[in-house]
């Protein structure tokens, strides 16, 4: 009977063991593929567009859809649609980074993405990155590229408010702007299949750069600069003297029905 006890806690030993060996192995490849992920951030091998990585398997849009064999209508809203499309890969790409440097969980992450506008998204994300871990070349860096995107939000509210068409010369799409401030214009811009290309290019290079900002939070983590010894007490509540209370509780509501004399008037005026 003592050996089967003996052999038991063998068994549960070695058990244990294993046990710890895997999750040690897990975390070890966890921690390789996000330092080699953020690593490759600044390697020379990925293709630059607009002054970010891009994805290797980045193609030209062209080679993916042949735009001449559509009528100018039809192009035109495809165009239009694959610009969309692009710009909603770009921002749920964002919305996961927010959540990584955020910590919180998807649900919650919807809910307060739904609320915010992109311009603010990308500030909230410029502000993250201030204060995580990451060195000061690539905190900089990083809050340039950001602010590059954020810049991009003029071009996607025309795309998706302005009223458009073929152009005439039928090599694009013409959008029907107006500019109401101060001067009125109705300067209508015409984006030509070239220009659709450049901007689907430099979206999927943001996207791309999105995409690994969340191995750089789980490597570098924000941080709390301005409390060292972790979250600050509450502020504390005023507390009002007891003479206030009782002088304020002997105080009736304002008479807001009695006019204003004319000399109280004069004196506003003045």
């Known amino acids: 009977m003592f050996a089967e006890v003996v052999s038991g806690n063998r068994d549960l030993d070695f058990a244990r063991a294993l046990s710890w060996s895997l999750s040690l192995l897990v975390s070890v490849y966890i921690f390789v593929r996000d330092w080699t992920t953020c ?42 649609g694959r610009f969309l499309q692009e710009w909603a890969a770009m921002e749920l790409a964002l919305h996961n980074a927010l959540g990584v440097a955020l910590s919180i969980e998807t649900i919650k992450l919807q809910i307060l993405c739904s609320n915010l506008r992109f311009r603010d998204k990308t500030i909230i994300l ?84 999105l995409d690994e900002l969340p191995a750089c939070f789980r490597l570098q983590p924000t941080t709390t600069p301005f409390c060292p010894h972790g979250v600050p007490p509450p502020m504390p509540r005023k507390q009002f003297s007891a003479a ?27």
């Open 126 to 209: 410029r502000t993250l990155v201030d204060i995580s871990s990451f060195a000061d070349a690539e905190k900089k860096s990083t809050k340039s590229k950001l602010k590059k995107l954020r810049d991009h939000a003029t071009s996607r509210n025309m795309i998706a408010h302005a009223p458009f068409s073929a152009d005439r010369a039928a090599t694009g799409v013409e959008f029907q702007t107006v500019n109401a401030r101060g001067k009125f214009e109705l300067p209508n811009m015409v984006w030509t299949l070239l220009r659709f290309e450049q901007e689907n290019r430099a979206l999927r290079g943001y996207a791309n750069f």
């Open 39 to 80: 690593m490759a951030r600044n390697s020379p091998d990925h293709i630059l567009i607009d002054g970010l990585a891009s994805h290797p398997r980045l193609v030209e849009l062209n080679d993916v859809v042949d735009y001449g064999t559509f009528d100018p209508e039809t192009g035109s809203v495809a165009l239009v």
């Open 244 to 270: 206030l209370w009782h002088f304020m509780a002997q105080q009736g509501p304002p008479d807001t029905d009695q006019p204003i004399s004319s000399t109280g008037a004069e004196e506003a005026d003045a």
